[in-house]
């Protein structure tokens, strides 16, 4: 079974918007990482964030992580029609050896 | 730059015949896994090496799929039979020893399957 779980599966907004994705996950996790998927492409990673950490950014990336909710959340500020793409979220598996993924979300920005 | 390299992009078959998916992970790292995305089911772990050593393929159907590194820079995933349900995008991915737990993971662009 999936460790994490993305929400909401699909969101689309416009260019300048916010977007906002969450992922849930169900077991004590060493640190939580957001994947970016353009359409035909793998996976890019974006940004890890340890389980000491709540929050960190990276350009127009905010990702916050609150470990007595078993949730994360990724907030793409200002964002543009190339933030189009599909968005993961990955801890690792019971015995840390393996990166287990969500089901996604596809964001589309339209300009 | 470094990246994941995967061979075939597209391949499409017919039922029953064998297909070999070949990786070429980025130099130096140690770690490769086996990806399969479908609509269905998302992003599913199929099999993973460290040094080049199976740590797990419980992924995987056995029956029908193998996973072997001949060597440090070329991983294989075979079918053999194919069948429709096999249809999806195999994506390879690579990353340096402590994948999982602090490192992040070096993804191929895949490689769409389709069994008719």
């Known amino acids: 079974s999936q460790q994490g779980e993305e929400d909401p599966q699909a969101l689309s907004i416009q260019e300048g918007e916010n977007a906002t994705m969450n992922c849930s996950y169900k077991?004590?996790?060493?640190?939580l990482q957001w994947y970016r998927q353009n359409s035909g492409r793998g996976l890019v990673h974006l940004i890890l964030?340890?389980?000491?950490?709540r929050e960190k950014h990276s350009g127009r990336l905010r990702v916050t992580l609150d470990t007595s909710k078993k949730s994360s959340s990724l907030l793409i500020t200002a964002s543009r029609a190339a933030d189009t793409a599909s968005y993961f979220c990955?801890?690792?598996?019971?015995?840390?050896?393996?990166?287990?993924f969500g089901k996604g979300t596809t964001l589309s920005v339209s300009s | 730059d470094a990246r994941v390299t995967q061979t075939p992009r597209h391949k499409v078959t017919e039922m029953g015949q064998e297909v070999t998916m070949r990786c070429q992970p980025i130099?130096?790292?140690?770690?490769v896994f086996w990806y399969r995305q479908t609509m269905m089911q998302g992003l599913e772990l199929l099999a993973y090496?460290?040094?080049?050593?199976?740590?797990?393929d419980s992924g995987m159907p056995k029956d029908r799929f193998s996973a072997e590194m001949p060597d440090a820079t070329l991983a294989t995933l075979k079918i053999q039979p194919s069948e429709p349900r096999d249809s999806a995008v195999y994506f390879c991915?690579?990353?340096?020893?402590?994948?999982?737990?602090?490192?992040?993971?070096?993804f191929g662009n895949g490689t769409r399957l389709t069994v008719t």
């Open positions: 990955a801890t690792a598996n019971q015995a840390g050896t393996a990166l287990i």
């Open positions: 077991t004590s996790i060493n640190n």
């Open positions: 964030i340890r389980s000491n950490e």
């Open positions: 090496f460290r040094n080049r050593a199976p740590l797990d």
């Open positions: 130099l130096g790292h140690n770690t």
């Open positions: 991915a690579s990353g340096p020893q402590g994948t999982g737990r602090n490192s992040p993971l070096h």
